[in-house]
């Protein structure tokens, strides 16, 4: 296909642009800037030579006539500058150009080719335009007019000074070209009319920005046919029919301009520490491996057309939901990572192995997800370890981290061993593999599932897959926050768990951020993870999980797992026999200085003022009466009081926070665990 001059063009084809094509824009204020900047390049290619081609023009042909789809803004454009430039020339062909959109725009076309013929330099052309007698002024309620005429004064203002304009743009090596493309070769003629037009007229922002990609040297005719044609309809296959055109085609467009910004620009290693869109050159490797990444795609579609439609649309290829408005740049790496690793197969594979990629996919669907990547540094480091893979990961990933337990830089290393073991089930019995991948399609817990693992050991997939569904149920019971406490006071009969927060300690709580997630529990290496092991084995998942948990929880079997000092026991047995404490602390959040535990309200308060047994005894005084918190002297006193006039005190003593109960001046010594128990079991 070779390229057009738009002179040679006009002058083949009689251009029809027809009234249901939107308005020329160029008078918006957000297009003026793009439109300068056009002019310029334009002018840059005439002084300097070097060929500016403006993408392609789509449209269908009418005898003589070419009916313009895509391409409406640039056409226009070239047809005024050419206007300017033969300004005092007579010539057959600007009489080729039949405006229909608005109801002056064909007559003001007309005036403005009268008033320009009579158009001298030294004048100021917009007012020589207004005052020409042709020009009526009710012609300036249309906005094509206007663009009309905010465009020719930008137009002379750039090119005022180009003596030979017009023998420029007649000339057979003029540079500023396009493509030209009839829609009779480009497949559904309705379809590519409804996506071009649509397109046209919901986002012109992605056609100026394409026509930007494709002044780089370097993409090179066959990308611009490919990206035009193969990979947009690609991604415009993906969103569902139920859409309008119009919202589909803008779906489209925003994804396809969020690949070629936010992936192709943002992965070049010179830019990845950048953090606005603004300025960006695209270099040639970046743009590569886009490429590559799409012939993966199309690949993958046609090869295994079920696996491409379960996962393509899914957070684990492009995490769509993720993906903001065009011109935004998300925030969240760990897609922009996957479309990473993904395309550096593309790149290292010979000729592309479905199955082979297969493995690698669900080897990075688990390790990214799990590795801490929420900074550019972090981002880049993650791409840098991704440049180093060996081949033999490309080959055979699963063969490949059997081998090796933690030969990845930067990802986490605990679920580097979590694949390693995994790797090597499945090489010794392929059975695994299955259940591992339906384990692993559990949004939770994002690819992390060896616990399963170790809830049986050596009990073979069956076992791992009956584990792994008795944990999904768990969690699924735990979602009311009554059931949530009493699994919590369950846990708890077993032994102390917790984990470190800064200053405080944290029990397991659904955090936004996922960082106290019971999904943390369950892939702790150590005690916290044989507690929930002990629970986990006392439990008979085909019976009710509420019954089973309420009569660990009203037991006795805490006794026979005693913490190792007296008052982290008490505390232990507090917290199981009063579940008024976990609706009491916020997010969870309790003390842990020396020999002394205080639960939180708040996970910024001082645990002075929220002191666990204290609590307790004001529940105890009436769980009908209601109470408030108050404050005695700061650094010896914290009470509760009733609104009936009791009042629970507990002093403290030393710097080491030991101290007694007063309940209405009584002393209660409470700081044994066999005293506490004796005493709940008083109270119960």
Known sequence: MEPITFYRFINQWEIKIPAFQRDYVQSRPSAKKKLRGLLEAMKKALDERKPLVLDYVYGEEDGDAFVPIDGQQRLTTLYLLHLYAFRDKEADWKDHFDYEVGPYSQ??????????????????????????????????????????????????????????????????????????????????????????????????????????????????????????????????????????????VKQTDALFRYLLVDFAFRLDKTQRDDTSNDGLELAEQPFRRLIALFDLWLKLKKEDEEYFQKHFLSNRFLNLPELKSEGEKTKNYLPLTTLYAFSQFAIKSQDIDIQAFKKFARIMWNLIPNSNIDKPERFASALDSIDLFPNEMYEDAAKWMAENENGLRFFNEKQQREESCKAKLILKDSAYEAAFIQAEEDPYFLGQTAFA??????????????????????????????????????????????????????????????????????????????????????????????????????????????????????????????????????????????????????????????????????HHLGSEVSYHYGQGNKETETYWKTDNGQKVTYQFQDENDSGSFYLDGKRLEINDCDEMAEELRQLK
Not at 109 to 129: C, E, Q, S, V
Not at 172 to 177: L, N
Not at 510 to 524: A, H, K, S
């Open 453 to 618: 693992l170790a809830l049986s050991p050596n009990g073979g997939h069956q076992h791992f897959t009956k584990d792994f569904s008795n944990v999904q149920s768990l969690l699924e019971f735990r979602k009311d926050d009554n059931d949530d406490i009493l699994l919590h006071r369950a846990l708890m009969v077993f032994g102390f768990y917790g984990m470190t927060n800064g200053r405080h300690r944290n029990f397991y709580f659904e955090g936004g951020n996922r960082y106290f997630d019971y999904r943390r529990l369950l892939t702790d290496e150590g005690d916290d993870f044989e507690t929930f092991k002990l629970l986990y084995c006392r439990l008979d998942f085909d019976r009710p999980l509420s019954e089973q948990l309420e009569a660990l929880v009203n037991g006795d079997e805490y006794l026979q797992r005693r913490c190792n000092n007296a008052r982290q026991e008490a505390f232990r047995i507090l917290l199981i026999k009063r579940p008024c404490l976990w609706k009491f602390m916020n997010c969870n959040t309790y003390d842990d200085v020396g020999d002394s535990y205080r639960i939180l309200e708040k996970k910024y308060l001082s645990g002075r003022y929220a002191e666990p047994f204290t609590l307790a005894l004001a």
């Open 107 to 248: 007559k003001a076309l007309r005036a403005i080719r009268n008033g320009l013929a009579t158009f001298k330099t030294d004048d100021k052309l917009l007012p020589h335009l207004l005052n020409d007698p042709r020009m009526e002024t009710v012609y300036l309620d249309d906005d094509s007019v206007l663009s009309f005429l905010e465009a020719l004064s930008l137009i002379d203002e750039v090119f005022r000074d180009v003596k030979d304009l017009a023998e420029r743009l007649q000339a057979d090596d003029c540079p500023i070209v396009f493509f030209f493309l009839s829609s009779d070769g480009l497949g559904n003629r309705h379809d590519l009319y409804i996506k071009m037009n649509a397109r046209g007229k919901l986002l012109n922002q992605f056609e100026n920005f394409k026509a930007t990609l494709f002044r780089y040297d370097f993409v090179q005719q066959k990308d611009k046919e490919l990206i035009d044609i193969d990979y947009y309809d690609f991604l415009y296959s993906l969103f569902s029919e139920k859409l309008s055109p119009e919202e589909r």
